[in-house]
C-alpha cells in the first residue's frame, strides 16, 4: 500500500491517529520527565526535614548535657569529689593501669554493664569508697542522658545527688568552685 496513490478519505483517518500516536507519546513523556522531577524534588525534601528533625534532636541533647555538665560543675561538693578522687588516684601505684584493669579490663561486666560497677575490687581499695560514695550521682546522670539519646523527647534534667550534701545540693548554684590543683 503506497500512501502516496492513497485518496484523501483513506489518509486523513491514518495522518489523525498518527498524530495522536505521536502526541500521546510526547504527553507520556512530557508526564514521566514531569513526575520524576516531582519524585526526586519530595524525595530531597522528605531527606531535608529527617535531617533537619536529626541535627535539633542533637542540638537538645547537647544542650541539655551542656546544662548538667554547669549545674554539676556549680555544686560545691563537685570541687570536693575531684579532689578526693584525685588524691585516691595519686596514691594508687600505677593508677592509671591499676583502675583500668580493675573497673574495665577484669571486672566481669560488658561495656553496657559497667555502669552498674560500684567497685573493682582489693586491688583498688582506697579508691572504691570514694567511687562507690560518688558513683550513684554520676550513674543516674549518664544514665539519664544515655536514655535522651535512644529517645530525643525525653527530658534530661535531674537533681539526683547521692553526696551527703543531697538537700543542699538540690539548690542550684550560681558560682563555679575553683577546680584544687
Avoid at 514531569?34 to 522528605?46: F, N, Y
Wanted: glycine share 8%.
Amino acid at each position: 500500500m503506497n500512501l502516496l496513490k492513497m485518496k484523501i478519505a483513506q489518509k486523513l483517518p491514518l495522518i489523525l491517529i498518527g498524530s495522536a500516536l505521536v502526541v500521546g507519546v510526547g504527553i507520556g513523556i512530557a508526564a514521566y520527565v514531569i513526575g520524576l522531577k516531582t519524585v526526586d524534588q519530595q524525595r530531597a525534601e522528605r531527606m531535608d526535614a529527617s535531617v533537619q528533625t536529626g541535627l535539633d534532636g542533637v542540638q537538645a541533647y547537647l544542650h541539655d548535657v551542656s546544662i548538667d555538665l554547669s549545674t554539676a560543675a556549680a555544686r560545691p561538693e563537685t570541687a570536693v569529689q575531684i579532689q578526693q578522687m584525685r588524691q585516691a588516684f595519686r596514691t594508687t601505684e600505677n593508677g592509671q593501669q591499676v583502675l583500668r584493669d580493675a573497673y574495665i579490663t577484669n571486672s566481669g561486666f560488658g561495656p553496657g554493664e559497667r555502669l552498674t560497677l560500684d567497685e573493682g575490687g582489693p586491688t583498688v581499695a582506697k579508691y572504691d569508697a570514694l567511687h562507690k560514695r560518688y558513683h550513684a550521682s554520676a550513674a543516674t546522670t549518664i544514665s539519664c542522658c544515655s536514655a535522651r539519646k535512644a529517645d530525643w523527647s525525653t527530658p534530661c534534667r535531674r537533681t539526683t545527688i547521692s553526696s551527703p550534701i543531697s538537700a543542699r545540693a538540690a539548690v542550684t548554684r550560681c558560682r563555679k568552685p575553683a577546680l584544687p590543683e
